[in-house]
């Protein structure tokens, strides 16, 4: 996905945001901006990543996988990749729980930022419980 359209946006569930649809659109166009720009470069970064899919879940959005579609799956936990209330909040205790036992350690050791993304993304468009996360990670506060 280049970017998230206004139907994107517009399709979203009701209940997979507790921030404004606006608010939540606005910050997954600019990640998925500075996602292509990186992919542009070449240096991808798993921090990005992380914040790319994290949106994408929530959204109940698709993703890309050597050029075929798929709903975008859980960016930490395992099984039903469609994002509703209880998952969101499964996911979100997940992405936590990770973050306690060392974001850079099993499945995520070679992705330095991913968790704390994802982390960063669910307290703030699921939890309300975080500032928003920063898309340019040279920024203070960029995995909060």
């Known amino acids: ?10 399709r979203i569930p009701a209940g997979n945001l507790r921030v404004s649809r606006e608010a939540f659109g606005q910050f997954w166009r600019e990640v998925e901006a500075h996602a292509a ?6 240096a991808s970064t798993a921090r990005t990543a992380g914040l790319v899919l994290a949106c994408r879940w929530l959204a109940c959005s698709t993703t890309e996988v050597n050029g075929r579609r798929f709903l975008a799956v859980r960016p930490v936990g395992h099984g039903s990749p469609l994002a509703y209330a209880e998952l ?7 992405a936590e729980t990770a973050m306690v036992r ?16 994802v982390c960063a993304v669910l307290r703030w468009a699921w939890r309300r419980n975080g500032p928003r996360p920063q898309v340019d990670p040279s920024l203070a506060g960029a995995a909060r």
């Open 37 to 42: 720009a990186e992919t542009a470069r070449g």
């Open 102 to 117: 060392g974001p850079h350690t099993g499945r995520f050791v070679s992705k330095p930022g991913y968790v704390e993304s």
């Open 88 to 94: 969101i909040e499964a996911e979100y205790v997940a």
């Open 1 to 10: 996905m280049a970017t998230a359209t206004d139907r994107d946006i517009a």
